[in-house]
């Protein structure tokens, strides 16, 4: 199955829609960059850019967020106009790579007995809660506990599979996955620092491959961090990339 960029969701709501671009709101979570930004459908010139950031500024200036995100078409680079001009705006430009696999060729290691993978209940609600809470806080506490009502929302309403990995009975690592009609999407991997690079991540998603044998499984990661090497090693393929520009405050 071909899959790109399109197929990734995005947690939001359209509240604008051109030619050009796309504005994605996320009320729920104000502050999460990744819900709340403009997703260009072409490169822009210059003055497009210029405009379309002074519209965005103006929308996040009256809810409140402190910050402005666009992201540019797949596998297209920023021209060096427009990446000069947001250099100098403050803004960080960034890359996010995408994978994808079918279950039956991720690696099939043996990985950590002594770890158990289960879906989210009720008895480990709590623990799956308390290591993104950790990990939220980083990006502040109104942040973190947005995010925890988030969760909490996810598992009520079914919005995803949440999975935790156990260790004598504490969740130690978790993967969200969001199901389409072809494919699954692994979202929020995440194992707690003192057991990551200890199979924990490949045993969860191991997991992952074995409830989801008919889908295409696909993810993103961020290609400035992205452990490469072990993505083809696990068998994955390499699909694309896409450039983003983040500015974190509009001070």
């Known amino acids: 199955m071909e899959v790109s960029f399109r197929n990734i969701n995005i947690f939001a709501q359209v509240e604008r829609e051109t030619e050009l671009y796309r504005h994605y709101q996320l009320d729920e979570v104000k502050d ?5 930004f403009i997703e260009f459908l072409s490169t822009p010139t210059l003055s497009e850019l210029q405009e379309a950031m002074n519209y965005l500024q103006h929308k996040h200036g009256q809810s409140g967020r402190q910050f402005l995100k666009a992201v540019f078409p797949q596998d297209e680079d920023i021209p060096l106009e427009l990446h000069q001009y947001l250099l100098t705006n403050q803004f ?14 991720f690696t099939r290691e043996l990985s950590r007995p002594d770890v158990t993978i289960e879906f989210v209940s009720s008895k480990t609600m709590e623990g799956y809660l308390a290591i993104h809470y950790q990990d939220a806080q980083q990006w502040g506490e109104g942040y973190a506990q947005a995010k925890q009502a988030m969760l909490k929302r996810d598992f009520e309403q079914k919005r995803k599979a949440q999975i935790v990995a156990l260790l004598n009975g504490q969740v130690i690592g978790s993967v969200d996955v969001i199901e389409s009609a072809n494919t699954a999407e692994i979202d929020n991997l995440f194992v707690l620092p003192a057991y990551q690079k200890q199979g924990v991540g490949t045993k969860l998603q191991q997991f992952v491959m074995k409830q989801y ?22 068998g994955y393929t390499y699909i694309g990339k896409q450039l983003n520009a983040l500015k974190t405050s509009l001070d």
Do not use: H, W
């Not at 960080?92 to 039956?104: D, F, K, T």
């Open 32 to 36: 999460r960059y990744d819900s709340n």
């Open 92 to 105: 960080e430009i960034g890359c996010l790579e995408m994978y994808a696999i079918e279950p039956e060729f």
């Open 213 to 234: 044998v008919e889908k295409t499984i696909i993810l993103v990661a961020d290609g400035d961090d992205t452990p490469r090497e072990m993505y083809t090693k696990q």
